[in-house]
């Protein structure tokens, strides 16, 4: 290596030892105490709706809208499966396709509406319990 690329390299090691040493006390320069007002999250609460509710109740709502899609999801596949059975012709092949794609639908309708069960029983008796908390 060259004297002026030596040189170069010492140059650029010093300056990231140095910006690394002091960058992190820059950005440590905040206000000892900080407030959600500070923010202005008070004035735009309403606007954006940001909830204080409670976390289990959330999680709760996310996953009923999650397994209602699913749920979506398993009828239209009951309909295609129905569909497909109407249109078959007679056609044992096409119609023993429809067949399975029939009981599958109502295959993962079943799951579904256990899983709903299940989760719905765990986080009321979750909330339940934990409510003096």
């Known amino acids: 290596m060259t004297h002026t690329k030596k040189k170069l390299v010492r140059f650029a090691a010093t300056l ?6 002091v960058l992190p006390s820059v950005a440590l320069a905040q206000p000892d105490s900080l407030n959600a007002g500070d923010l202005g999250v ?7 709706k940001l909830g204080s509710g409670d976390i289990r109740q959330t999680a709760a709502r996310i996953i009923n809208v999650a397994l209602g899609f699913l749920g979506i999801i398993a009828v239209v596949i009951v309909l295609l499966g129905g569909f497909k059975y109407m249109i078959s012709g007679g056609n044992e092949e096409k119609t023993s396709e429809a067949k399975k794609l029939i009981v599958s639908g109502i295959i993962g ?20 319990a934990t409510q003096d908390v």
Do not use: N
Request: hydrophobic share 65%.
């Open 16 to 21: 990231g030892m140095t910006a690394a040493i």
């Open 42 to 48: 008070d004035a735009i609460q309403s606007s954006i």
């Open 109 to 128: 309708l079943a799951i579904i509406l256990s899983a709903w069960a299940i989760t719905s029983f765990v986080i009321s008796r979750l909330v339940t």
